[in-house]
């Protein structure tokens, strides 16, 4: 069974910063590609940034140079800091984690429950 949990979501004001982390435990064999997603009301859920066990990154033009993605792979956990945030990036956040069950089995996605980021003006 695997549990990817998130925490550090909350309010701040506009320019401010937040950092959000999110852990993939239970039994499995690795976790290769972590990242966040975030969710607006009325709007799809997007890729905010994505990084590889090799540390591949991958991040959304909106958040570049604003938010850095980084992980310990030791401890399957991945980090978001977000820095000079604006009013647009308010919405759940929600942790991904592309999770090796066995070393003879394909990927399985699996998702935190999401965190409320809001930035007010």
């Known amino acids: 069974q695997v549990q990817v949990v998130e925490s550090g979501g909350g309010l701040v004001q506009a320019g401010g910063s937040l950092r959000l982390s999110c852990t993939a435990s239970g039994s499995f064999f690795s976790v290769d590609l972590m990242g966040w997603y975030r969710q607006a009301p009325g709007y799809q859920r997007e890729l905010v940034a994505d990084?590889?066990?090799?540390?591949?990154?991958n991040y959304a033009d909106s958040v570049k140079g604003r938010f850095t993605i980084s992980r310990d792979n030791a401890k399957n956990t991945v980090f978001l800091q977000m820095n000079r945030l604006k009013p647009e990036d308010t919405g759940v956040y929600y942790c991904?984690?592309?999770?090796?069950?066995?070393?003879?089995?394909?990927?399985?996605?699996?998702w935190g429950q999401g965190t409320q980021v809001t930035v007010s003006s």
């Open positions: 991904h984690a592309a999770v090796q069950p066995t070393k003879w089995q394909r990927d399985d996605d699996f």
């Open positions: 990084i590889r066990r090799r540390g591949s990154i």
